[in-house]
Structure formats: structure tokens, C-alpha cells
């Protein structure tokens, strides 16, 4: 069944994002989780127009690699396909004006990638967060850290059941995966940096020295190594490799490489001998930075003062490097600030903060970063995000530690994304300057059209989630989880404490390493007949089902790859003649509590037509007990009252008490007539009357029933008009009960500490003196002396009586 649902994933939508033939269950729960999360932000969902033209530009018309897919409509205009959810909505963000100034929104869509052999685009899914305000007086690094509180979010919400025993990192917290980490920087504060150092502006020699800052000065996740226990570290490493690199190796790896960088800087390039001197100062001081980031920020700082005195020295009182040095100092506050925010909300990195370290946990509930790496060589390639914050969010295996490469010390960020040793979940930043390049001139959309302005920027930030990143991750954290379940449950030694209802669909689930606590099954039922989804009773099926379907409840009725799939036929002549498949109904039974599919609707053709009636099988308890061989959780139900009764058994047994919570966002294509036609059975129960079929009336020591048509009695006349008034006031009285439309309401007194013998000769006691005392006094006296140790609850009961009648002026 998963495997036919593979096949068809792949055949209809390819290879998206390196998962191929991902669950369609599973992606639309990713989404679901996704789009949860962005409302509860206030965020709304706004899609970008799909097409938006080519600029005109040199670096436009440059053939890159993965870059933009384009098309040519009729006129022969060049048109971009998005190449991601940021660069359209930012057009629309600068054409918009004051309209577009101040928005939350998020999407969760396709975007195309041009194809290296000249066909189809490659296409990936995508979800985005963009924030988008204009009010002076709220800061970006509000909305930066926001991005990375709405990352925290999606981490801690995606809900990977990874048990502590398949967790082998030696790390001094009790941290749990998956294990995640920041990459950011602000590339103005680089670029700064650069044209301090004295840096020319010619891209390919400022795109190698970006390359060396980030791989010599950014710490990447083996930089962690230094905060573990060493034997913990050490003796994996030992059974993996003969040699052990130390610190210091590395560190004379790295200068040997700094100084042929430094070499070819002087012959390839032409550099004057002062500027290499500036980026070997700034190499020393910054080789490589903290990885708590305000330490970073400090180191930086004490390494661009440095440049300050050598600059000034050879430049003095320099407009320029005055200019420099206030931008510097401006984004280095920016970037503490922003530090500062998120340390405000409980962002609180794992290692580099002294909070986490005084406390031992996380008091947040927040999934917490590993760490931050501030990376002055991070970049963009098509600069969507870029002039202030660019940040990435990058995710490692368990046992990353553990399994480290012998490559003496020169493992960097884009190594670990390139070898699938690390995934890049979300991206994000401030794209202020993209707006910006969208902007008409003059008062396009400013409030003021009496003078020339200039429409002003607002603070735009956004962050871009990979759907298909995250589904890998789940497949993968399923896989890992897989083996780990499975031992368990074989090394279970006291087979007493082995129950199959218990452990049996977990195991199984587990065994077949898919993400089953990810997918939330849109069906709820599944209509099947004695010979499971057999062709010849379809048409019986599919009538039940339409009476599913008409009241808002998800039901399937035949095997299609959606749902249930791949039943094995017995053979070819079979198929072709109509034969049964095989499969009876106790299979999709046990098959549906592995998809967790709650109700089995099992059509006998006979019991369909003779008694209107169907039998209803409840498979699956609190998502994990398995029922299906449970005689108690089998009702033979009549097909007028089978919505209600699955409704009900879903309310008493509540499928776990917050899976009915999302059951009903489940099926969001019925979410308003669902709860109206719930709402419209309750109306129909409450409002329908009840019928009394039958009635004895006794009289001179006979008795009549109300069905007898015929009976030779004298007074049968007197009879009959007797027992039409009894059946009336009867329907009525049993109408008041259910039915609150009529006015009435009926009182109901209850003594939980008194025995029901004593509770019935009370009301017997109460009745007789009914007449002749209207008060329930003298019957808790006399019951008070029958019953003495329920003396006090007789007199409450008493008590309650009296006001109820003196309420109703009875």
C-alpha cells in the first residue's frame, strides 16, 4: 500500500526536492503544521502573481546554473517563472504603495528552478513567512528575531518521536532531536569590513575573500567538539581512524592554507602589500570567532579598531574611513540588538549562553538552536536576501560528532550541505533593497499628491522554509527510529508485559519507517463489504458512502492510491471474471489501524436491504490501541443512524483526547458544513417526536393493548379514547425531556452517598404525603429515622426539593 502510493506520487509529481515519491498524506500534514504556526502569528495567506519580467540587466542575461526558469509568451516578451515566494512578492510589496506597508502573510507553493538539460523546470515546494511594516518606531531586529522565534516553532512542533537510545550525542544538556544550528551575518557589515581592509570592489576577488572569511573565520558544528567530554569524543573517533587530529593541528592546517590564500591574493590579483597585511590582522584576531555571539561580536569589534589604527596612520582624518567606521559600528549594534531580543523572548542558543548553562534546561518551550555561527562570508547568489540580516537554518544528524571526516580541520558550512552530511531547512532575512528595486519613482502610492515625494521603504523581512527538506527529514528520522523500536521490542524479556493491543501497531508502524506520527489520515472511514473492496457490491458502498458524504464525514469506498491500494489479485482470470480479491474484511480492518483510519463500515448486500443496516467496526483507540479484534467495538447499526453513531463513538472515545482537536481542521474542505450539519443533527434529534409504540391499559383486572384493532369489548370505544390520551401525555412527557424548545425543564436531584434502596423509599414516602403535606419535611423525618447514617443526605436531598418547588410556585 505505501509502496503503491509511492508509485504514484512519482509518476504524477517526479522527483520534488530529492524526496521521490513522498507520501501525499505526509505533505499535506507538513503543511498543515506549517500554516498552523503562520497563523498563529496573525499572519494571512496572500499568493504573488506567477509571472513577473525579466530584468534588464547584464547579470540577468547570464546563463546560471539552477538560475530562474524563463518563457516567452506571444509578444515575445521574456517572463521568470518564481524562482522562490520572496522575489514576486517583493514586486508586488514595491508597486504597491501604502497598501502593501503593512501585512503578515505566508504561502506555501511551487517554485521552479531552470533545468540543466533544457527541459522541465525542476520544481520545489516552499513555504514563506514575510513581515512586512512601515511604523517608524518599531525596530527590524523585532521582526528578524520573530523569523527565527516562527523557526524555533516549526523544530519544536514537528513532532519526531526520536527515542533517547537512537540519540548518541555526548552533549552536557539533555537535548533532543533534531539538533539545529544558526547561520547568520550582515552582509553590509562584511562588505564594510572588506573595504576597510582596502579590498577592491572587483567581484571575483571579493567573492574568494567572502569564501575565506566564512571558512576561517565561521565555526562550524565540529567546532563543538571542544565543549564535549573527551572520551566520549575521543574513543568513537579511535575506532574509526588510527590518528587523532588535535587543536593544534589544525590550527597549523588552516595558517599554511591562510598563508597560500595570501600568496595568490599578491600574484593573481595584484594586491598592495598593506592590504594583505589588513585581512592577515583581521584572519589572526577573528581565526575562528566564539560561538557565543556576543563574544563574536566583541572579537570583531577589537579586530576592526586594530584596522582603525593602521588606517589612520596611513590615511589620517579620512572622510572615507569615517564613513566606514560609522557603518561598521552601526551594524555591529544592530547584530547585539538583535541578540539582546532574542535572549528577551527565551531564544537561548545551547552552547554560548550562560542562562542555559546555569540552568541545565530549556524553561522556553522553545527548540533551542545548538549554537549561533556568525558568518561575515555568507552570501546570497541571486542577493534576494541581502543589505542588512541573512540568516540560515541548518539542521545535522545524531551522531554528527561521532562520525567527524579526517580533513584536518577544513570541514565549512558548504561543505556539510554539499556531502547530505546537513540540511538546510529555512533561509531568511531582511530584502528591504529588493522592494526597493521595484519601486516606481515619485509619489507612486505616498499618501501626498499635492507635492513630488518619494514613496518610503518599508522594513520587509521574510523567512523560506523547504517542505521538501523537511519531509527528508522525517523519512529519515523514521528510518533511524525504525531499528531502534524494533529492538526494543524484542528485547521485551517478561512476555507478560508484551501486550499485542498495546505494542503491536507501534512496532509495526515503526517497522515499516514511515513518518505514521506525521500523517493525519483525511479519511475517517473506510466502506467495505465481506470481501474487502470487492467490484461486485461497489454500487451497495458507494450508496453508504454518499450518506458519509452528505454529512461531512471523509469516506472512501474503493481501493484507489490515495487511500487503499495494491490488494493482490489471485490471478488474471479472476480479475477478468469478477473474482473476489483475496482480502476479507478482518484485513482492511488491521490495514486501516496501521493508516489510522478510525471506523470500518462493513456492507452486507442482504443486511442492506432487508434491515436498512450496516455493521460499524471501531479499529483504532487513542491512535495507538488496535481494536479490530474487539467484539465490543462492533455495532450493528441501521443506515439512517449511522452518521450519528460514528459521531458520538468519536466524541466518547475521542480518537485521543487532542487528536479530536484536529480532527475536524482535517477535512478542510468541510469544515463549515460539517459543523453545520452537526449542529443540524442535534436540532433534528431534539426537535423529532417521540413515538410510544405500545401501551397496556389495565382496567377491572384486564388489560388492552393499543395495537389491537379489533377486540369485541362493550367499552372498547372508552377504551380507545383512554389510551389515545395516555399515549399523548406520555409523547409529551417524554418530549419535555429531550426537547428544549418546548419551554419545559425537568429537575433532577441526585444523593450520591445514599444507597438507591434508600433514594427509592424516600420518593415512594414523598408521593404518599404529596397531598396532604406540601413539603418534603415530614418525609425526611420518617426517612431520617429509617436510615440514620444517611440522615444528613436526606435532609439536603429534602432541602433541594423544597426550593425547586417553591422556585416553580408549586
Not at 523514521?478 to 512496532?507: M, P, Q, R, V, Y
Not at 465481506?530 to 451497495?540: K, P, Q, R
Request: charged letters at 25%; proline letters at 4%; hydrophobic letters at 35%.
Amino acid at each position: 500500500i505505501l509502496a503503491m502510493k509511492a508509485a504514484t506520487s512519482a509518476a504524477i509529481e517526479g522527483n520534488l526536492d530529492g524526496v521521490l515519491g513522498a507520501d501525499p498524506h505526509l505533505v499535506e500534514s507538513v503543511k498543515m503544521y506549517l500554516t498552523e504556526i503562520f497563523k498563529s502569528h496573525g499572519a494571512v495567506c496572500l499568493k504573488s502573481p506567477l509571472l513577473r519580467p525579466r530584468p534588464n540587466t547584464k547579470a540577468a542575461a547570464k546563463a546560471i546554473i539552477g538560475g530562474p526558469a524563463v518563457l516567452m509568451n506571444q509578444r515575445g516578451s521574456i517572463l521568470l517563472l518564481p524562482e522562490d515566494l520572496t522575489a514576486p512578492f517583493a514586486r508586488a510589496v514595491g508597486r504597491g504603495g501604502s497598501a502593501t506597508s503593512n501585512i503578515k502573510r505566508y504561502d506555501i507553493g511551487t517554485v521552479y528552478h531552470k533545468s540543466t538539460v533544457d527541459g522541465h523546470p525542476k520544481e520545489t515546494l516552499e513555504a514563506t513567512f514575510d513581515i512586512i511594516q512601515d511604523d517608524p518606531r518599531i525596530r527590524g531586529q523585532q521582526l528578524e528575531a520573530e523569523l527565527l522565534l516562527t523557526v524555533c516553532q516549526v523544530l519544536n512542533l514537528f513532532p519526531i518521536t526520536r527515542n533517547a537510545s537512537t540519540t548518541t550525542m555526548s552533549f552536557p544538556l539533555d537535548l533532543k532531536a533534531p539538533f539545529w544550528y544558526i547561520r547568520l551575518t550582515h552582509t553590509r557589515l562584511a562588505d564594510s569590513i572588506l573595504e576597510l581592509c582596502g579590498v577592491p570592489s572587483k567581484e571575483p576577488l571579493r567573492r574568494l575573500c567572502l569564501h575565506m572569511l566564512s571558512c576561517f573565520t565561521s565555526p562550524p558544528p565540529s567546532y563543538l567538539t571542544r565543549f564535549l567530554p573527551v572520551p566520549s569524543v575521543s574513543s568513537s573517533r579511535r575506532k574509526r581512524s588510527n590518528s587523532r587530529h588535535t587543536v593544534e593541528d589544525e590550527s597549523k592546517k588552516k595558517d599554511e592554507i591562510l598563508e597560500k590564500f595570501f600568496d595568490d591574493l599578491v600574484r593573481t590579483y595584484g594586491l598592495e602589500a598593506f592590504v594583505v597585511e589588513n585581512l592577515q590582522r583581521f584572519f589572526n584576531i577573528c581565526k575562528p570567532l566564539p560561538v557565543d555571539p556576543h563574544e563574536a561580536i566583541q572579537r570583531i569589534s577589537v579586530a576592526v579598531s586594530k584596522l582603525r589604527l593602521t588606517n589612520h596612520e596611513a590615511h589620517p582624518d579620512s572622510d572615507q574611513q569615517r564613513r566606514l567606521n560609522r557603518e561598521i559600528t552601526k551594524h555591529l549594534k544592530s547584530l547585539a540588538t538583535l541578540f539582546q531580543i532574542l535572549n528577551r523572548i527565551g531564544i537561548y542558543p545551547c552552547f554560548g549562553s550562560s542562562k542555559l548553562k546555569q540552568q541545565g534546561k530549556d524553561e522556553s518551550g522553545l527548540k533551542q538552536p545548538l549554537y549561533i555561527s556568525i558568518d561575515l562570508g555568507l552570501r546570497q547568489h541571486r542577493k534576494h536576501f541581502h543589505g542588512q540580516l541573512l540568516f540560515q537554518c541548518i539542521t545535522i544528524s545524531d551522531d554528527y560528532l561521532n562520525h567527524l571526516p579526517d580533513d584536518n580541520g577544513q570541514e565549512s558550512h558548504e561543505t556539510l550541505l554539499t556531502t547530505g552530511r546537513a540540511y538546510k531547512i529555512a533561509e531568511g532575512g531582511r530584502y528591504d533593497d529588493l522592494v526597493r528595486r521595484s519601486r516606481p519613482p515619485g509619489n507612486f502610492g505616498s499618501a501626498l499628491f499635492n507635492e513630488y515625494t518619494a514613496a518610503s521603504i518599508p522594513k520587509c523581512a521574510g523567512v523560506r522554509f523547504s517542505v521538501g527538506k523537511l519531509i527528508e527529514l522525517a523519512y529519515l528520522d523514521s528510518a533511524l527510529s525504525s531499528t531502534n523500536n524494533i529492538t526494543e521490542g524484542l528485547l521485551i524479556s517478561d512476555t507478560t508485559k508484551f501486550s499485542l493491543i498495546k505494542h503491536g501497531i507501534d512496532i509495526l508502524r515503526s517497522s515499516l519507517a514511515h513518518p505514521f506520527n506525521l500523517v493525519q489520515s483525511s479519511i475517517r472511514c473506510i466502506v467495505t463489504g465481506v470481501n474487502a473492496l470487492d467490484g461486485a457490491d461497489s454500487f451497495d458502498r458507494f450508496v453508504v458512502a454518499s450518506r458519509l458524504w452528505a454529512e461531512g464525514i471523509s469516506a472512501e469506498y474503493v481501493a484507489q492510491s490515495g487511500v487503499i491500494n495494491s490488494f493482490i489479485k489471485e490471478n488474471r482470470e479472476e480479475l477478468q471474471g469478477g473474482g473476489t480479491n483475496g482480502w476479507l474484511a478482518e484485513d482492511i480492518c488491521g490495514v486501516c489501524a496501521i493508516l489510522k483510519i478510525p471506523f470500518v463500515v462493513i456492507v452486507e448486500p442482504h443486511l442492506l436491504k432487508d434491515k436498512k443496516s450496516v455493521r460499524l467496526r471501531r479499529v483504532l483507540f487513542n491512535d495507538s490501541i488496535d481494536t479490530s479484534l474487539s467484539s465490543s467495538s462492533e455495532h450493528c447499526v441501521e443506515i439512517n443512524n449511522l452518521v450519528w453513531t460514528i459521531r458520538d463513538l468519536s466524541d466518547k472515545n475521542s480518537i485521543g483526547v487532542d487528536e479530536s482537536a484536529k480532527e475536524e481542521p482535517r477535512d478542510s474542505m468541510m469544515l463549515h458544513s460539517q459543523a453545520n450539519n452537526y449542529n443540524r443533527d442535534y436540532s433534528n434529534k431534539n426537535n423529532a417526536k417521540p413515538d410510544v409504540e405500545c401501551i397496556y391499559y389495565i382496567d377491572n383486572g384486564h388489560y388492552y393493548e393499543s395495537r389491537d384493532k379489533n377486540l369485541a369489548t362493550s367499552n372498547w370505544k372508552n377504551v380507545k379514547k383512554t389510551t389515545k390520551i395516555i399515549m399523548k401525555r406520555g409523547e409529551d412527557f417524554v418530549s419535555s425531556l429531550v426537547n428544549k424548545e418546548t419551554g419545559e425543564s425537568i429537575a433532577i436531584f441526585a444523593a450520591a452517598d445514599m444507597p438507591f434502596w434508600a433514594l427509592r423509599d424516600f420518593g415512594s414516602c414523598l408521593m404518599r404525603r404529596a397531598e396532604d403535606d406540601q413539603s418534603a419535611s415530614s418525609a425526611c423525618v420518617e426517612m431520617a429515622d429509617r436510615y440514620p447514617a444517611h440522615k444528613r443526605s436526606i435532609k439536603a436531598l429534602g432541602g433541594a426539593i423544597d426550593a425547586y418547588m417553591r422556585h416553580n410556585s408549586f
